[in-house]
């Protein structure tokens, strides 16, 4: 073994325990690893499917670890990282063979720790290669297995069971296990899909048409943000689901438009380009730090009709007269449960006293915005989770308090033509499993005349 192999499992068991210590996101830790640490594609590759899949898959390692632990219950955060990381290899991964899983785990046990913890780890992994894992149809209860089979915890299943059904519970959990697509959206004010298609392919890249959004392309490999084209703002990353807010608000040339909590600005600059730089997208966000990014993003892709600014949404009404956005979008801050296979960490911090807390959050916002909006404009309500008391709820008790407001059922003729299936009010709930993208809600209403 080459001493960058250590290097690739060490470097993902630091990883481990400090994303539990800090609770910090994954994604974000793992990018600065990554450039940190100057490591070859196929060891990103190595880095990314350790961290990501022992995280993904923490219940169900724990529940196979658990017979050969229970002695050692005590075991330093590290060692048990090491053995979650060391058994997602031998069991999730064919390429890596078991007894060189094992002895990289026995090698990084030495290293870290005494002669008694490399021998710890070496019985407990010997252990269970001579008697095999214990199996999961030994629970009995549904839930509670498939918790466990797809390392969700048993309140959210149960939650998600009881809003959606067994079956599209089963589904999601089980997309929230693979790796997320990377997909990108043209920016059509300075290129059209098939040339960006072109300049891209001919760096190397496999790239396919989204059959979903008319102007986003899927990557098969590589990474987009590296190139050229994005430097030059040919195109921006973004999700295909969130992509559907920008067709959700309708935004035409020269119209004044609020963005309410708009950060990084994937969402603010597809207006801005749907707008043909024309109007005012104003996007806001709480955070002087990000908006920054919002920024950079606008710059990078030329557009120069976004105006930013750091304030807290919930008081906007200081900034503005009342009825003078033609449009108005909330992408409002939510549990983020659409977006775990990104976040994977996610899963196991979140609680259902969030979930509570953030719908207080929505309706504050929904109320503080609703009077910016014109007499006959569009507000439209946006998540990246799939939770009902988030969602619909949400939307219903806005409904309910606010009169002026009515459902707005001409959405779907704005939506684009593969999603139009899926909708048939004025709202729309995207699963993981629909097309591969982030799950995500969007809810369109109208300002009564």
Same mark, same amino acid.
């Given at each position: 073994m080459t001493s960058t192999k250590k290097n690739v499992?060490? %470097?993902? +068991? &630091?990883? +481990?325990?400090? %994303?539990? =210590?800090?609770? @910090?996101? @994954?994604? +974000?830790l793992l990018n600065t690893t990554i450039e =940190?640490?100057?490591l070859s594609s196929k060891d990103v590759g190595l880095l990314t499917e350790l961290t990501y899949g022992t995280l993904q898959r923490r219940m169900a390692l724990d529940y196979f670890l658990e017979p050969f632990v229970k002695e050692n219950k005590k075991l330093a955060d590290w060692i048990h990282h090491l053995l979650r990381v060391t058994l997602y290899q031998m069991v999730y991964l064919d390429r890596i063979p078991d007894r060189a899983a094992i002895y990289e785990a026995v090698e990084i046990a030495k290293r870290r720790g005494h002669k008694g913890i490399a021998s710890l780890v070496n019985g407990v992994l010997r252990s269970i290669q001579r008697e095999g894992l214990r199996s999961l149809n030994d629970i009995s209860d549904p839930n509670q297995r498939l918790a466990l089979e797809t390392s969700h915890p048993e309140w959210l299943i149960t939650r998600w069971v009881n809003q959606f059904g067994f079956d599209k519970t089963r589904k999601m959990c089980e997309i929230n296990l693979t790796a997320p697509m990377q997909t990108a959206r043209v920016n059509l004010t300075k290129i059209s899909r098939d040339e960006c298609i072109a300049l891209l392919e001919e760096d190397g890249f496999q790239i396919e048409k989204s059959p979903i959004i008319p102007e986003a392309i899927r990557c098969l490999k /590589?990474?987009?943000? @590296?190139?050229i084209a994005f430097k030059y703002g040919m195109f921006t990353i973004q999700d295909e689901s969130s992509m559907l807010a920008a067709y959700a608000l309708g935004a035409v040339q020269n119209e004044f438009v609020l &963005?309410?909590?708009?950060?990084? /600005?994937g969402k603010s600059t597809h207006i801005a380009e749907k707008m043909d730089n024309t109007g005012e997208v104003i996007s806001v966000d709480l955070h002087q730090h990000k908006v920054r990014l919002i920024n950079d993003n606008a710059r990078r892709l030329g557009l120069g009709n976004i105006k930013t600014s750091v304030s807290d949404s919930r008081h906007i009404q200081e900034k503005f007269k009342v009825e003078s956005f033609d449009r108005i979008l909330l992408d409002a801050p939510c549990s983020g449960l659409g977006v775990m296979r990104r976040k994977p960490d996610m899963k196991y911090t979140k609680t259902e006293k969030d979930l509570e807390r953030l719908s207080t959050i929505q309706q504050d916002l929904l109320t503080s915005v609703a009077p910016l909006l014109k007499k006959g404009g569009i507000l439209v309500y946006s998540t990246c989770t799939v939770d009902k008391e988030e969602n619909e709820h949400t939307v219903t008790k806005f409904l309910e308090n606010n009169p002026d407001f009515e459902p707005d059922l001409s959405f779907k003729h704005r939506m684009p033509e593969a999603i139009q299936p899926l909708i048939s009010g004025f709202d729309l709930q995207i699963f993981p499993q629909d097309f591969g993208s982030d799950g995500f809600y969007i809810a369109t209403l109208r300002k009564k005349v």
């Open positions: 499992r060490e %470097i993902a +068991l &630091d990883l +481990l325990t400090t %994303i539990e =210590k800090n609770q @910090s996101y @994954s994604n +974000l =940190k640490n100057e /590589g990474n987009l943000a @590296s190139t &963005d309410a909590c708009a950060a990084p /600005g």
